[in-house]
């Protein structure tokens, strides 16, 4: 994980065959400079960025799903709960599993654990929109491969 | 008609917090109800759980935006009621 830019999953781990749910994880840092203020000599895992966290699982997912056609955006968190601090060191086991597909919109619910320990939660929606002009549909493809996101299986030849 | 008005009027009023008795079928979810694009989310989430459908805000918004159809079309309640019994039958058919 490097939560200052953003990468939030190390791996993703398992993606249901029936693609309705993901396993990915991501270990916190030991040292990153989210922590320099976040908070001094007190290293806490920001509550925004475990949301954060849960959304790239769910996105990841999302992607399988429409085969890398469309890219999800994060548009609602609703009924996110924060339950325990997240320290440098800790790895997160971030599960997510779709609620609805709707016409251009998914909903999720989505939950991280460390050790089996339940650790935030939240239900998220994403507007599922053609990808923009640009960059952004590479980069997201190299970072598939840097997160171990089975590409063969979900991206034509 | 009036059992699928009353299933989405009270979905409205619930997930947009606006008062029950201020939706009526000639209602346009947009311009009358302010209610935005983000919240139609929510609120087609549980049309389609409600109704078993799938609405096709895509369509309906491509649609609008090249001229072919207009918001009132498919957002007044009286004409979105009618749309979603349409697909209704249509997918038990």
């Not at chain 1, 200052?4 to 791996?11: G, K, L, N």
């Not at chain 1, 001094?40 to 790239?56: F, N, R």
């Not at chain 1, 999720?108 to 507007?127: D, M, N, S, V, Y």
């Not at chain 2, 309640?77 to 019994?85: G, H, M, S, T, Y």
Request: aromatic share 8%; net charge negative.
């Amino acid at each position: 994980m490097r939560p200052e830019v953003f990468r939030m999953i190390d791996r993703v781990v398992s993606i249901d065959p029936s693609l309705s749910k993901i396993h990915c994880q991501g270990l916190v840092p030991e040292e990153s400079s989210i922590f320099e203020g976040h908070f001094p000599g007190h290293p806490i895992m920001p509550g925004v960025l475990l949301i954060e966290a849960m959304a790239q699982s769910t996105g990841w997912l999302i992607l399988a799903r429409n085969r890398f056609d469309r890219m999800p955006f994060l548009a609602t968190v609703k009924e996110a709960k924060l339950r325990t601090f997240v320290v440098p060191g800790q790895n997160l086991d971030l599960h997510s599993e779709i609620l609805h597909e709707g016409s251009g919109f998914v909903v999720a619910k989505t939950h991280a654990t460390i050790e089996g320990r339940p650790i935030c939660a939240a239900e998220l929606t994403f507007r599922v929109l053609p990808w923009p002009e640009g960059r952004m549909k590479t980069v997201v493809m190299k970072v598939a491969e840097l997160v171990s996101f089975p590409l063969k299986d979900f991206v034509d030849a | 008609m009036s059992s699928t008005f009353e299933t989405v009027a009270n979905i409205i009023a619930e997930t947009c917090d606006i008062p029950r008795d201020t939706i009526t079928p000639e209602s346009h979810a947009i311009d009358d109800l302010g209610i935005d694009s983000l919240d139609f989310l929510d609120i087609a989430f549980a049309i389609d759980k409600a109704f078993g459908i799938k609405l096709p805000l895509e369509q309906w918004t491509q649609e609008v935006n090249e001229g072919k159809a207009t918001t009132e079309q498919y957002f007044v309640l009286e004409n979105l009621c009618a749309r979603i019994d349409e697909l209704v039958a249509a997918k038990s058919a």
